[in-house]
């Protein structure tokens, strides 16, 4: 029942935002005067139709999509050159907005259903991991650090991962410290902490401040008074060092230690921790690599056997320092997710909406395009990217979330079908608003035939791409 009511409220909302899509260039049409040859729910091959004075009202096969077919929209077509109420006969600046009112409509709905959402409170448009790291600084994203040893993970919600700053004991320490090796730096002065950005910000011109951190392995939080080091002017980079080693690991039985510093690996120098899965795997040989650490002053270079995953057992981190005596490196630590608050924005609703509809655009139109590049250079898309399947599985989640959490889905999926329909492809309408705006400019009208051959080869990628991403939405339920 539950599987059938998502279905249902899934086809009913792409539905509704296509007839919205649809209806505007029909009713631009209408209004110019263009003769409505067609307008269709779905895509072709055709299911059934009712024709209505000059207009048949089709139903197609192919339910993700829609059109609406005027006399002239292909040139190429017997009396579309020499029909009064043909499309190509309109005025240029007629037949672009014709093309365009139907992504105006998407855009006009995600203002209406964003500006009420804003209005009466719907969770915040997360949509980067810096919204998701903002929202925690803002406390409207509520967290806590899985306990113990930062494997122990809440048997009701999967983990997520933040960045925090971890404190590293290195050398010896001639400032005394109520600080531990592995404490995380929760907050400072109540303020939340997730890079070295935020504590240098926080602990500027401050000679004492109060830290609340996360005591690695006893899982508990200390709370207490921290008198500051004095500030090194620069700030130091100490390059990676090892922060972690497993039990009974490869790299433990070969004499690696927790502290060492790692010059090399298969004789190339390491500059940063993101160096090491590469040379890891590029720089082994016979299942055997060679790392080279500083431990103290000495330089020590040991053969280290690679277990069958192609790792050793430790982890590397960064190490840094902005304070005499005081170190530390940045590592996600797993989170559980305790709620996440509303946001509401009373009667500057609107203009938040328009703000989160220019920043989420600008967002859907880089990433649509590198998907397709993905897809077009690879044959393939990144994790992550659904299709039709996957959007009813959201459908799902929203409901299941309320009616705030169904209003901010319908609306970004609104305002993704108007940004994806405007951008200059082949079949979009952004395609279509491509040849006009070369007819405007240079003055002459493209070659039908191209035209035709063009978007008719757009058309049939465009099947291609959503099949292929419905297909791996399927794959990725079993």
């Known amino acids: 029942m539950h599987i059938l009511l998502t279905g249902i409220v899934f086809i009913l909302i792409f539905s509704a935002l296509i007839l919205v899509h649809e209806l ?73 907005w014709i093309v365009c009112a139907g992504v105006v409509m998407n855009f006009l709905m995600a203002f209406l259903l964003l500006s009420f959402g804003f209005f009466v409170g719907i969770e915040p448009l997360l949509a ?55 404490d995380v730096i929760m907050s400072v002065n109540d303020e939340t902490v997730l890079s070295k950005e935020d504590f240098s910000e926080l602990t500027m011109g401050q000679e004492t401040v109060n830290l ?30 090892i922060t972690y080693i497993e039990e009974g690991s490869p790299a433990g039985q070969s004499g690696l230690l927790y502290g060492d510093q790692v010059v090399a690996i298969g004789g190339s120098a390491v500059q940063s921790a993101a160096d ?32 069958e995953d ?30 996440i608050d509303k946001v509401a924005y009373g009667f500057k609703a609107p203009v938040v909406a328009v703000q989160e509809m220019w920043r989420l655009g600008k967002l859907t139109a880089v990433m649509f395009f590198g998907v397709l590049k993905n897809f077009l250079t690879f044959g393939g898309v990144p994790d992550g990217v659904s299709g039709p399947v996957g959007i009813a599985q959201m459908t799902a989640v929203s409901l299941q979330a309320g009616y705030s959490a169904l209003i901010r889905f319908v609306a970004l999926l609104s305002l993704s079908l108007g940004v994806i329909n405007i951008l200059p492809l082949p079949a979009l309408d952004g395609g279509r608003l491509v040849f ?31 099949l292929y991403i419905t297909v791996n939405d399927v794959l990725n339920l079993f």
Do not use: C
Not at 144 to 154: A, I, K, P, R, W
Not at 281 to 295: A, C, F, M, P, Q
Not at 324 to 333: K, L, Q
């Open 436 to 466: 006009i705006v070369f007819q405007m400019i240079t003055g002459k009208k493209p070659n039908a035939r191209f035209e035709n051959l063009i978007h008719t080869s757009g058309f049939l990628l465009l099947l291609l791409f959503i």
């Open 24 to 96: 505007g260039h029909f009713t631009a049409a209408k209004r110019a005067g263009v003769k409505v040859e067609e307008f269709g729910m779905g895509l072709p091959p055709r299911m059934f139709g009712i024709k209505k004075g000059e207009t048949l009202y089709s139903i197609n096969w192919i339910p993700f999509g829609g059109f609406v077919r005027m006399l002239g929209e292909d040139p190429s077509v017997k009396g579309a050159k020499t029909n009064k109420r043909s499309f190509v006969n309109q005025p240029l600046l007629t037949q672009a």
């Open 212 to 241: 609340t951190v996360y005591r690695h392995g006893f899982g508990e939080m200390s709370f207490f008074d921290y008198v500051l080091p004095p500030v090194i002017s620069e700030g130091q980079y100490l390059g990676p060092v």
């Open 276 to 307: 090491v899965p590469e040379l890891t795997s590029t720089k082994s040989l016979e299942n055997v690599i060679e790392y080279t650490v500083r431990r103290g002053e000495e330089e020590i270079q040991m053969s280290i056997p690679l277990r």
């Open 128 to 182: 980067t991991p810096d919204d998701v790291l903002n929202a925690v600084r803002e406390e409207i994203i509520h967290v806590e650090v899985n306990g113990g040893d930062f494997e122990m993970l809440n048997e009701e919600s999967e983990p997520f991962y933040l960045p925090r700053m971890i404190y590293y004991v290195f050398g010896e320490q001639n400032f005394a410290h109520l600080l531990e090796p592995n």
């Open 310 to 339: 192609g790792r050793i057992g430790i982890a590397i981190s960064d190490l840094n320092s902005g304070y005499e005596d005081f170190y530390f490196y940045s590592e996600p630590v797993p989170h559980t997710l305790l709620g």
